[in-house]
């Protein structure tokens, strides 16, 4: 007789795991519970603690999502889009389709989905970032925890949800949460052909960071050469099956990049609008110049067009993510993401090529590295909103970093790793305490964060310490919970702070206190409006709220100079000048302005033309569709250098009744160019203010009126 041996206890609780799981057809009802309660081979604790990051997340990012103000640039694209379907294809600044805004039009799809569903609004158009920063934080938890479990997954995610910088621009309608999800999912996507050694997984990852280029163009390319590496190195698979389904996968990329490029440039030029932020109309140029060797290498690259110079984070160097504008916003984590990335990589080093722990740290090393030196030495346009992207490496490498330097410190020699860990600790902590005595004295928030980082800090660094020389377990546990209160006490009162705090700076979010102006490198004046160029932002009435939709979306016209919930100027602070009068600056030619009341009276007197006005820039041409829901043609781009009206579209389009009214100005600044403004005095009826501002002495403003018989 064979007498069996009673199960070990792995074995037991294997056994265990295996007989409380759900059934092998995975019913309705087990699926629901594991939904709650994790897997069983989780700890009972990783499935509610995740619930509680995510929740956390969607609390930071949606709280008062009716007081955000957004990105009014890219908010008039939007509203454009959902009175258009060609605008919305193009991602047209106006629904008449004149000229496009600087970027390719994925996220202005997204909000514009969102917008035709619940209608036209910025917390309608904000909506869609919820999900999304959320489901970045989600999707980053589920990457750590297959290869490092589900405390570094906890604390990778927790990490990411809590960066402040990534707050802010959740808050926000740019399209930096649109890209960080996508280049995301394409790094879940490679991860999975890593391990499996297949063809589409990584198929899918290049589609996915295609998506992304077409949310933010060469940014999402950043990864690339990081994807390329792990997948050649570590992907289970023989050398030349891995080039050939890189190979493969880089036809995708192209195919799912370049799409919408090639339709609108080989769309016939006179049926399209201009490419916005291009010096020849098309995309292509958009993509090598403003958008791609103009941000690295300002207006030093023959490619990049005027005003790539502006760095709104400090002087270009490799400290920039250290200084007082960036510090708070991205750097708390940095210092022990550099050295828990070390740590790992020494710590795996004699593992097999196939590795899926050392690939997770090459990629997340990798994202860290090439995101860190791309910022920090890029000379061109730079907003500190742009270093989201290099959030989820440093999260992710705080979180596989911590785990892996616990273990080590609690189970490897004193020798190796007696120091690694507690220095860790050590000069992070300190580092957030530097950090926050920057903003001493801006809120009781920022001075109770200065203390639980000290203290916590200490605790831990002893704590580890004496658990070590005394060999207790339980001790180590309780430091390593107080590291992680420690680092994450900074980050925390910057993202409150960034949640609750209602911000008019919709083109230029960051969280936590003012620390500096913004400037540095080339750069100068006011802050940049849209995604990168310098200049002049709106004031005043186009900076509104939208909490109603404008006078397009409902019928009835905005009044007066709109406010936010708050009960602050809207945009005021985006250029920083302070508009008067209910007036907007406008970007419309040097001091030229353009009031509601002249808005009012453009509307009354528009005479069945496609577009209500047409000024120099992007700035003031989004704050007039906002306010009054109608096609404003922008002559200049966002600068005012954009090629996009020539004196011969003027004539015509004034010839066929398509346009009634322009402003011009001579006075410098970002006015119409020469030729415009001569034809423009000589042929046109000059409009005083008198004609719409009752009680004010006749002046000129700038505004002319043309028709078709002032055509020769």
Request: no cysteine.
């Amino acid at each position: 007789m064979t007498t069996l041996a009673p199960p070990t206890r792995d074995e037991g609780v294997r056994q265990h795991s295996h007989r409380a799981g759900p059934p092998a057809d995975g019913g309705v009802k087990a699926r629901t519970r594991r939904l709650f309660t994790g897997p069983p081979d989780d700890p009972r604790w990783a499935r509610p603690a995740l619930w509680a990051v995510l929740v956390l997340a969607v609390g930071l990012y949606a709280w008062n999502m009716s007081s955000i103000t957004g990105n009014t640039f890219y908010n008039a694209a939007v509203y454009s889009g959902t009175k258009s379907w060609k605008a919305f294809f193009f991602g047209a600044l106006d629904s008449g389709s004149f000229i496009t805004v600087d970027k390719p039009p994925f996220a202005l799809w997204v909000m514009g989905i969102s917008a035709r569903v619940f209608g036209f609004g910025t917390w309608q158009l904000a909506l869609p970032m919820v999900p999304l920063g959320t489901g970045s934080v989600a999707l980053l938890y589920r990457m750590v925890k297959r290869d490092f479990g589900a405390v570094a997954g906890t604390i990778a995610a927790l990490a990411l949800a809590l960066t402040p910088i990534t707050v802010a621009i959740t808050r926000d309608t740019n399209p930096d949460p649109v890209l960080v999800f996508l280049m995301l999912l394409g790094a879940a996507g490679l991860m999975k052909a890593v391990r499996g050694g297949r063809l589409m997984p990584l198929v899918w990852s290049a589609v996915a960071i295609g998506f992304a280029f077409n949310t933010k163009m060469m940014q999402a390319y950043v990864v690339l050469p990081v994807f390329f590496l792990v997948y050649l190195w570590a992907a289970n698979a023989s050398l030349g099956r891995r080039i050939r389904n890189l190979a493969v996968a880089t036809v995708a990329l192209v195919a799912s990049s370049a799409w919408w490029m090639v339709v609108v440039d080989l769309w016939p030029a006179s049926s399209r609008p201009y490419i916005g932020g291009s010096t020849d109309n098309t995309v292509w140029d958009l993509v090598i110049g403003y958008n791609g060797f103009g941000r690295v290498f300002g207006e030093s690259s023959s490619a990049g067009g005027a005003g790539n110079g502006a760095s709104f984070g400090g002087t270009a160097s490799v400290y920039r993510m250290f200084n007082d504008i960036m510090g708070g916003q991205i750097s708390w984590l940095i210092p022990f993401a550099a050295i828990a990335l070390v740590g790992g990589l020494v710590l795996r080093g004699r593992a097999p090529r196939t590795d899926a722990k050392r690939a997770a740290l090459m990629l997340w090393g990798g994202w860290f590295v090439v995101h860190y030196l791309t910022f920090a030495l890029a000379e061109g346009t730079f907003h500190p909103y742009y270093v989201t992207a290099m959030a989820p490496g440093i999260a992710a490498l705080a979180g596989i970093g911590g785990v892996m330097l616990y273990r080590a410190f609690r189970e490897g020699s004193a020798a190796k790793w007696g120091w690694v860990l507690p220095l860790a600790v050590a000069v992070s902590a300190v580092w957030a305490v530097v950090l926050l005595q920057r903003v001493s004295g801006s809120g009781t928030l920022y001075t109770v964060a200065e203390i639980v980082a000290g203290a916590a800090g200490a605790v831990s660094v002893l704590g580890l310490l004496a658990g070590r020389f005394l060999k207790r377990q339980r001790l180590l546990g309780f430091a390593a919970l107080a590291a992680v209160v420690a680092l994450l006490a900074g980050p925390a009162a910057y993202s409150v702070s960034a949640a609750t705090t209602a911000s008019n700076n919709g083109t230029n979010p960051t969280a936590g206190p003012s620390t500096g102006g913004g400037m540095g490198g080339g750069g100068g004046g006011a802050p940049s409006g849209a995604d990168g160029r310098t200049g002049s932002a709106p004031t005043g009435t186009g900076g509104q709220s939208m909490g109603e939709p404008p006078a397009g979306a409902n019928g009835s016209s905005s009044s007066g100079s709109s406010t936010s919930e708050s009960g602050t100027e809207a945009s005021g602070a985006e250029s920083g000048t302070q508009s008067s009068g209910g007036q907007m600056g406008g970007g419309a030619g040097g001091g030229t302005q353009v009031s509601s009341e002249m808005i009012t009276y453009l509307e009354k007197n528009q005479d069945g033309a496609t577009w209500l006005v047409a000024v120099a820039t992007d700035q003031t041409a989004a704050s007039i569709i906002l306010e009054s829901g109608e096609p404003v043609i922008s002559m200049g781009g966002w600068s005012g250098t954009d090629n996009a009206m020539t004196l011969t579209k003027l004539k015509s389009l004034v010839k066929s009744g398509q346009l009634h009214y322009i402003i011009v100005s001579s006075d410098g600044g970002q006015g119409t160019n020469s030729e415009i403004t001569a034809w423009v005095e000589a042929n046109g009826t000059a409009v005083n203010s008198s004609a719409y501002s009752s009680g004010s002495t006749s002046s000129s403003t700038g505004l002319y009126r043309l028709d078709a018989s002032d055509v020769g």
